[in-house]
């Protein structure tokens, strides 16, 4: 039984996996400049933009508020447009990638809001530009916290990716659901179950090494 299982378990882990990180990478890409203008356009700061604060922060605040499985139906004619279907892995990337945006960039925010205002005076001091400011200061200060709310957004990803196999989007929670589920087949759920908490597990330990190896504290 577990020699048939066993291919499509990680067949499933790998479509989990490519979800994931696709939507991890592009979500990082797209909020981590938006997270930093949150963090510097305020009054009186770096790229001070209060317009810009007032208008994006609500709307941030609003995607954010929306359930997740209710956001990937509703935005299936986007996933169409993006990806030509709303099926299977790469279609579930653009909800994933859509949900966990305004998250990151929040992130993002409170680890650079965190950061020493002493320093960044310091910098602006010895001559340094605003985009200096953020690139040798802000983000080298922040990126302990910055890689803390990655790995808990990563894990918040896996749960999402099982979210969207209820509606064919393939990886560990199709299987669960098709396998598992609808066959009854308590025997798949279970590897199912055990896969998701191993992958968590292996999720956090990689992301608190890499955020202890970041904290300059610990050199």
Known sequence: ???????????????????????????TAFGLPLGVLLATSGRGELFEAPLFQKTIGPIVNATRSVPFIILAVAIIP????????????????????VA???????????????????????????GARPVQVVTKVLLP???PGIIHGLTLTAVTLIGYSAMVGAVGA??????????????????VM????ITLI????????FGDRLARKADKRNI
């Open 1 to 27: 039984m577990f020699a048939t299982l066993a291919p499509i378990l990680l067949q499933a882990t790998l479509e989990t996996f490519a979800m994931v990180i696709s939507a991890l990478a592009l979500g």
């Open 78 to 97: 986007f996933t169409r447009l993006i990806v030509g279907t709303s099926i299977g892995t790469s279609a579930a990337i653009v909800p994933l990638t």
């Open 100 to 126: 966990v945006l305004p998250f990151i960039a929040r992130i993002i925010e409170g680890a650079i809001r965190e950061v020493d205002g002493g320093l960044i005076e310091a910098a602006q001091a010895m």
């Open 141 to 143: 200060e922040a990126l």
């Open 170 to 187: 393939g990886g560990l929670g199709d299987l669960g659901i098709r396998y598992g589920y609808q066959r009854f087949r308590p025997d």
């Open 190 to 193: 279970a590897a199912v179950v």
């Open 198 to 205: 191993v992958v968590v597990q292996a999720v956090q330990m």
